[in-house]
């Protein structure tokens, strides 16, 4: 009888047929007895069971339901399963930062003896990651160049069980091609994990292209206001599963005030995206003008070298790109020096504008030869476009121009 049914069942099944911006919104939500319309923050480290056997079948996991908010919050949980409708995916787990987002991944689904193929065009500080920590415990990583599939194709092992890597890649807006690459590891039994953060699921969607494993910063663009560090990792039951049993043991957990922050931001993520990727067009187009820059990358810019893929592959362009001003460190520095408006921080995917030097920064702890065969040169500036108007935001790096 349809007025028995369960109203939750119901929402849940007409949302299922929905499309991402109605997930970003309404995905994941289980309402409660209050009826509230907006998520509740559950601020409660621990839960209360019905019985002494309620308790000992919750602790062995015989039976669903909360537990200690290490690994069970319901304000967490409806941020995982918002992120994971809108990626396409089974499931996701919150993590307390990006990094521990990777973190997890590596650590819950590699054992000692295991081989990386890892792009060599990652955040620097995944790079750090896995060659100082992962290496200590017997992973071993293989750098490749992003775009060359030969690379990654000759860097295998028979012990290679991961391939890594983002695209478009930071600083560079590189392009792999997701699909190829998936085929490439599935052909030697490894997983590919892909760190999604600079599209977010808005502009690409990774595993509908075959990759196993998608990661975030959640810090970054889910966010979108620059206000609370975390990560999540997406996949299918088996390896979530893994990836929850490393949260619940090893503790870098999300915090229900920071996912309760991230869906704010869920709410609005396509239309700023859309934004961010109209307004950093607009200013890849303008600095390719102008004299005083060598070099604009920006995966939109028609004589991007993979542009085509960039169009199969995503559905907007994204809000980052780099330039290369005429000159070395110094003249990279002038010019960050004299702009006005945009602010000097490393963080990006915010409604306000970044400028940063990657190679005296973000990239800054590689050795000099990793940040060369990288292509991070000296006089490279990146810029995160964020939502202010882009006639203020080009007045502001002709402000940077003239002091050159
Ligand atoms: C920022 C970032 C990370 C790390 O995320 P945190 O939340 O800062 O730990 C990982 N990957 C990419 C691409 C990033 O931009």
Redesign the pocket.
């Given at each position: 009888m349809s007025d028995q049914q369960d109203p939750q069942q119901l929402r849940d099944e007409a949302l299922a047929a929905c499309h991402i911006d109605t997930l970003a919104v309404r995905a994941g939500q289980v309402r409660g007895p209050e009826g509230e319309h907006s998520e509740p923050i559950f601020t409660t480290s621990s839960y209360v069971f019905d019985s002494a056997a309620s308790a000992a079948a919750r602790f062995s996991g015989e039976e669903e339901g909360n537990v200690y908010s290490r690994y069970t919050n319901p304000t967490v949980r409806t941020f995982e399963d918002r992120i994971a409708a809108m990626e396409g995916a089974e499931a996701a787990v919150a993590t307390?930062?990006?990094?521990?987002?990777?973190l997890s991944t590596v650590m819950s689904l590699l054992k000692s003896g295991d081989h990386i193929v890892c792009s060599r065009s990652?955040?620097g500080?995944?790079t750090v990651l896995f060659t100082k920590y992962m290496e200590k415990f017997g992973v071993n990583i293989s750098f490749v160049s992003l775009t060359d599939i030969e690379q990654w194709q000759q860097a295998v092992t028979d012990k290679t069980a991961m391939f890594f890597m983002?695209t478009p890649s930071?600083p560079l807006c590189e392009l792999a091609d997701i699909q190829q690459l998936a085929a490439l590891a599935h052909s030697h039994k490894a997983l590919l994990v892909v760190?999604n953060?600079?599209c977010t699921p808005v502009l690409q969607q990774p595993l509908a292209l075959g990759a196993d494993i998608v990661?975030?910063?959640?810090?970054?663009y889910l966010d979108g206001q620059g206000r609370c560090?975390?990560?999540v990792v997406v996949g299918n039951q088996t390896h979530m599963a893994e990836v929850l049993g490393f949260i619940r043991t090893c503790g870098p957990t999300m915090s229900a005030f920071n996912a309760w922050v991230f869906m704010k931001g869920l709410e609005t993520l396509n239309l700023r995206m859309k934004a961010h990727c109209d307004n950093a067009l607009a200013m890849a187009q303008w600095l390719q003008q102008q004299p005083q820059i060598d070099k604009v990358h920006y995966a939109g810019l028609s004589d991007h070298p993979q542009h085509q893929l960039a169009c199969q592959q995503m559905s907007g362009f994204g809000g980052v790109l780099s330039f290369e001003v005429k000159g070395g460190k110094e003249q990279a520095w002038q010019f960050i020096d004299a702009t006005r408006i945009v602010s000097l921080t490393a963080?990006?995917?915010d409604a306000k504008t970044t400028i940063v030097h990657p190679a005296t920064t973000t990239h800054g702890r590689l050795t000099v030869e990793l940040r060369q065969t990288a292509g991070i040169k000296d006089n490279l500036i990146r810029l995160a476009v964020g939502l202010e108007h882009i006639d203020d935001l080009i007045a502001d790096m002709q402000r940077g121009l003239d002091a050159l």
């Open positions: 307390s930062s990006g990094m521990a987002a990777i990652v955040f500080t995944t983002e930071n760190d953060c600079f990661v975030h910063s959640a810090t970054k560090v975390g990560g963080n990006l995917g």
